[in-house]
DNA sequence: CTTGACAAACCGTCCAGACGGTATCTTAAT
DNA sequence: ATTAAGATACCGTCTGGACGGTTTGTCAAG
């Protein structure tokens, strides 16, 4: 007899709702604050409603890995097509995806995937395994230290940014951009 | 009555020993893993004991923060003393420091517990003031677009370290260090 | 009327921390 | 040099609550 059960259903929305609120959880209260009561009074549903769309916890996180890692796929593959040089091709765009996320509201799920990265070791390893296929995929092109550095350089800012330890300000970090995107190219 | 009762007070010396055991535990079994009972118990004391060490859970992290900040801090000051290029000389301790943890199999323990330690919200606090103190202390002279994306690249490949995501061989990781090094001149 | 999408109550476990006590150490007056 | 009087350093037990997960029930759509 409740509200929920008399709205209309829309499993879709409601899981995406769940994702959502666990990322934004996550961000706010770290990694201890995605629990499943936590996250389902959140996003509004019952435990057991949560728990039919992820059958345990696992599955949530891994469900939020799914959804970050496509959405990350997409905006690469994106950013790759509108760039003619082939070398460092794919590390340019993983430079343009990790600075687009700071301007991007959204980009809260990804720091909160990184956190989540870090401390749990089923999802470190399913990170590695991102980061090995696209390494293979892109050996000729995008395996010099130039490209790595670049890369790296990305991920050092993208920590700053989740950290918010570092206080960049935008004429320093257009410089760096320049940079790195010049190390692409070496 | 215990025997525990009777053996020698060496209250530092417990405390050491809790601190180090809590490092141990995160680095084996995540940070999950660390809890009052599994710290105590693998040190040898009751979780009273630790309690009275550490009034409770965040202060046993505090605890752990403040011992590796200590070293963190003592290891850049003893690189530091050695370079005698002033501009850049932040940049570089820390570099060093940073590509002399991947090498010291000793220090692999640190990086995990690290990252336990950001994925705390208080413990990124602190963690924020750190940097933000440090980058106080040499705006003067490690403030530069080149040093700052130096040191980001250093975290870059730290945490590609600790995750263990990118398999980098040895002559590329000098190539980049080289690189780096340049980086922090500019 | 079957099945998918939830709700609500409940269970076993684990954990942080409180509490009351005891043993050792320190200090300072004798 | 003793020793009484705290202060400090622990010990061992208990509890309340949180958390992951299960079970059973309910409604609504097809």
Redesign the pocket.
């Known amino acids: 007899?409740?509200i929920?059960?008399?709205r209309?259903?829309?499993?879709e929305l409601?899981r995406q709702q769940l994702l959502e609120v666990a990322a934004r959880l996550s961000l706010e209260q770290g990694a201890a604050g995605?629990?499943?009561?936590?996250v389902s009074q959140a996003a509004g549903?019952?435990?057991?409603?949560l728990?039919?769309h992820f059958?345990?916890?696992?599955a949530l996180l891994n469900g939020l890995f799914d959804d970050l890692t496509g959405k990350l796929d997409r905006a690469i593959e994106e950013e790759m097509r509108n760039d003619p040089i082939s070398h460092g091709r794919f590390t340019r765009a993983y430079l343009s995806v990790v600075f687009a996320l700071e301007e991007d509201v959204d980009a809260q799920g990804w720091q909160v995937l990184t956190v989540a990265l870090l401390s749990e070791p089923q999802l470190r390893d399913r990170w590695r395994l991102w980061v090995a296929d696209h390494a293979d995929e892109f050996v000729g092109t995008d395996s010099s230290a130039g490209c790595l550095l670049a890369r790296f350089a990305a991920d050092g800012l993208w920590l700053a940014d989740i950290l918010k330890s570092h206080d960049v300000n935008q004429p320093t970090r257009q410089a760096m951009r320049a940079q790195m995107l010049a190390l692409s190219l070496q």
Chains 1, 2 share one sequence.
Request: net charge positive.
């Open positions: 007899m409740s929920a059960h008399h209309r259903k829309q499993p409601v995605v629990t499943l009561d936590a549903v019952s435990k057991g409603g728990l039919h059958p345990n916890k696992m």
